[in-house]
Nanobody, 118 residues
């Protein structure tokens, strides 16, 4: 019922910037949590940032001050502005939406590759 499509990944040099987008479609509902997670080779998937439908945000310590999450509720789209990128930011980035109407369900996108390398 819910589909998520990420875009905006690519190759960037250390210190550079990228902006990721994720468009959600289907039965999203207005009250939801959207977020970004990432998984680097050999590592577990980890939280990057989340944002509520009301605009409250939460960031992993590793990206705080460098990344900014935002959303467009009318378009059911979440963004991740990534600045001052480091090689350790290299990972597949996944967006998610968590909906808690009757039950709580989390949906995931396919992921987009971000590579930070000189």
């Amino acid at each position: 019922q819910v589909q998520l499509v990420e875009s905006g990944g690519g190759l960037v040099q250390p210190g550079g910037s990228l902006r990721l987008s994720c468009a959600a479609s289907g039965s999203i509902y207005s009250r939801n949590l959207m977020g970004w997670y990432r998984q680097a080779p050999g590592k577990e998937r980890e939280l990057v940032a989340t944002i509520t439908s009301g605009g409250n945000t939460n960031y992993a310590d590793s990206v705080k001050g460098r990344f900014t999450i935002s959303r467009d509720n009318a378009k059911n789209t979440v963004y991740l502005q990534m600045n001052s990128l480091k090689p350790e930011d290299t990972a597949v980035y996944y967006c998610s939406v968590t909906i808690s109407v009757i039950t709580t369900n989390t949906y995931w996108g396919q992921g987009t590759q971000v590579t930070v390398s000189s």
